[in-house]
């Protein structure tokens, strides 16, 4: 098997923890970022560089200077970058009209404008490598928007546009841009959920206030009844880091709970982008 030199943003917990571990298991380099690996995270960090093949760097998506430095620091010590992959998020929940303007623009610029400085800094190398592999952890949220999500199910919709988008664009020239779609799965991002700062709206909504923290209760219940294992993600990251160039799919979907529903409208969805493409003469991306 062909070592990888592997990025991978928010390993500090969840699913990008578990992908740094299982892809360093497999003798690939891995460059697992996190911010505050100092303060907070420094345990995490510490933990990570215990294992082979992991080296932690402290990477602030939300600043591309941060980033560009990061890939500077991978490209200096490996000369290359072939996998990109952009975990790191914040889930948000409760009512949208909560939801203020900077409350929207913290979420965004970490879930949409992170993952695009990651992106916009790996490019330049994976197309003069002529290839690369860019996975970002989108959701099935962002193939439907769930009331009371609905931010959230905002920045995963725009995580999917630009994946889509760009897996067409940047195929021709080596690079592999596609997505993972996780259900709900009992990562620790549930204890790090943001919700609306304006409490000020929350009386006028009466009864329907109480709905997010019954959803709540209901993802606990399914956890307890399912038990869904994170791992089955990072399983999803490595296989397809071990896919050929250009036979990976868009979209995989990970979700033992609703994933069918995603899968169905991913493949509907799918034959008539195809068309869409065709009949505008862009066939030649389908290949």
């Known amino acids: 098997m062909e070592k ?14 578990l992908a740094a571990n299982s892809c360093a298991a497999l003798g690939h380099k891995v460059y697992a970022t996190m ?19 992991i080296e932690v ?12 430095s990061a890939l500077a ?21 409760g009512i949208t009209e909560t939801f ?8 965004m610029d970490v879930d949409v404008k ?12 994976m197309r003069k490598q002529r290839e690369g592999l860019i996975i970002n952890i989108s959701s099935v949220a962002g193939r439907f928007s769930s009331p009371f999500m609905t931010v959230y199910n905002s920045a995963k919709f725009a995580v999917e546009g630009l994946t889509e988008g760009l897996h067409y664009e940047v195929r021709p020239l080596g690079v592999d841009v596609v997505m993972i779609q996780p259900g709900a799965f009992p990562t620790e991002i549930f204890g790090k959920t943001v919700t609306g700062s304006d409490v000020t709206v929350i009386a006028g909504y009466g009864d329907l206030a109480k709905v997010p923290e019954q ?49 169905i409208a991913n493949k509907h969805v799918k034959e008539q982008y195809d068309n869409f493409l065709t009949a505008f003469g862009m066939q030649a991306m389908l290949n």
């Open 4 to 17: 990888k030199v592997i990025l991978i943003t928010g390993t500090n917990s969840g699913f990008g923890w």
């Open 35 to 53: 911010r505050d690996t100092k303060g907070r995270n420094a345990d995490k960090a510490k933990a990570l560089v215990q294992q082979a093949n």
């Open 57 to 68: 760097l402290d990477v602030e998506v939300t600043n591309g200077k941060s980033v560009v």
């Open 73 to 93: 620091t991978i490209l200096k010590k490996e000369g290359r970058i072939d996998v990109v992959v952009n975990n790191a998020g914040i889930f948000a929940t």
């Open 100 to 107: 203020t303007e900077d409350d929207v623009e913290k979420i």
């Open 114 to 125: 992170g993952p695009w400085r990651i992106i916009r800094a790996a490019l330049p190398q």
């Open 215 to 263: 959803m709540g209760a209901g993802i606990g219940q399914m956890f307890e009844a399912m038990k869904p294992n994170p791992q089955s993600v990072a399983d999803a990251i490595v296989k397809l880091i071990n896919t050929p160039n250009g036979k990976r799919p868009l979209r995989t979907v990970v979700d033992p709970a609703t994933g069918n529903l995603a899968e």
